[in-house]
């Protein structure tokens, strides 16, 4: 790893590697500094709350032990919340929890969801336009959906797509399966109450009133490619991650990150890598915007994370060391997400992060080096 300790934003880094039942928070030397020993491998990822407890989903069923096709991804089924040293204090069984999931300030949690009885009915089915055609899953296309849940684990909000999306708006990319609709894979509770989503097989963002469900706000048809993890920041923008595949234009893969004014919906900053192939997730991938303006970025299919200037410069380089097998796929250092933390956050207030209790592990994999400026990116103003 690599970092220019004068321009990063200063802090901890969360990350939860695909298969591993292992949480790291590392600083920014690539030091480990807290190890959280899960009790089943990762759901996709994990997040601190500011009681210092971490919040993830856990993988405990997977599309074949539920009798799906492998089009349905991002399996936890198991949201669990355990404290600094690891203890339990709240779960929730959800078997078709997937991909994203919210604690809300009211101590609420927010998910996405498919659920056997939210199938598109078949009338709007014929509708939808786009997909391979055929490929519906057992002559059914399955419907995604939001579930909100209190501390107890009842549900107190729901929201499932084919009642307010439009099959003919809301179609699905050309070359996607046509067992889901449209396949929410972010789920992310905004300042005014509403919901921020992202729906990967329609290439678009959407914002869905709370009170009535309706779709309020749509971007991204044209623009975006699979994309993943569409987030609000403190300056009233959306970042999102544009993954990049089924992109409309003739050109080579890559990846970017995308900011996009919703007043205006223009984009008023990207980045890209110099040249853009060398920045490219498939699949998953996420994006963090930091206090000082930088952006961390998860490159999950390379287990690769770096921060990047609003100028594009890349002043901190992290390549996930920790190697798990999952699945099919044999050893891999994937990752969904990662996040960093100031040290002022209230969840590391009075932690013990002192590097030296994990001195073995960061001697196998923790080698810094400070890094010269690094212009391999690039800015978009609007």
């Keep these: 790893m690599s970092h220019d300790p004068a321009r990063v934003f200063k802090g901890y880094t969360l990350f939860w590697p695909m298969g591993s039942h292992d949480a790291w928070l590392i600083d920014m030397e690539g030091r480990v500094v807290h190890r959280w020993r899960m009790p089943h491998p990762a759901g996709l990822h994990a997040v601190l709350l500011p009681n210092g407890n971490l919040l993830g989903a856990c993988q405990v069923v997977h599309s074949s032990t539920l009798g799906l096709p492998q089009w349905f991804s991002g399996f936890g089924g198991l949201l669990i919340e355990v404290d600094w040293e690891g203890n339990i204090v709240w779960e929730h069984e959800a078997p078709y929890q997937n991909h994203d999931f919210n604690r809300l300030e009211n101590g609420n949690t927010i998910y996405t969801t498919w659920r056997p009885e939210g199938k598109v009915p078949p009338e709007t089915a ?37 009642e307010h999306l439009d099959p003919e708006i809301d179609a699905l990319g050309p070359l996607v399966p046509r067992t889901q609709w449209p396949y929410i894979n972010s789920v992310y509770p905004l300042p005014d109450g509403n919901v921020l989503a992202s729906l990967r097989y329609s290439c678009t963002v959407v914002i869905i009133d709370r009170a009535t469900g309706d779709i309020i706000w749509r971007w991204g048809r044209g623009e975006l490619g699979n994309q993943h993890d569409a987030r609000w920041t403190d300056d009233g923008t959306i970042l999102v991650f544009d993954n990049g595949t089924h992109r409309d234009e003739y050109s080579p893969n890559y990846s970017r990150i995308v900011e996009v004014d919703p007043a205006t919906k223009k984009i008023v900053w990207e980045y890209r890598s110099n040249p853009p192939t060398e920045f490219f997730s498939a699949v998953m991938g996420g994006q963090d915007r930091l206090p000082n303006g930088n952006t961390l970025i998860c490159e999950s299919l390379t287990g690769r994370l770096f921060e990047v200037t609003r100028s594009g410069d890349k002043v901190w380089e992290y390549a996930n060391p920790f190697y798990h097998k999952w699945y099919h796929h044999g050893f891999i250092n994937l990752m969904y997400r990662a996040y960093r933390y100031g040290p002022d956050f209230p969840g590391l207030d009075g932690k013990d992060l002192d590097p030296d209790r994990y001195k073995w592990i960061n001697r196998l994999y923790a080698k810094g080096k400070t890094m010269g400026v690094s212009r391999e990116g690039g800015r978009k103003d609007g």
């Design 126 to 162: 014929a509708r939808l336009k786009g997909g391979l055609p055929g490929t519906e899953f057992n002559g059914e296309i399955w419907g995604d959906s939001f579930v909100e849940v209190d501390p107890r684990g009842e549900v107190v909000w729901e929201w499932l797509d084919c």
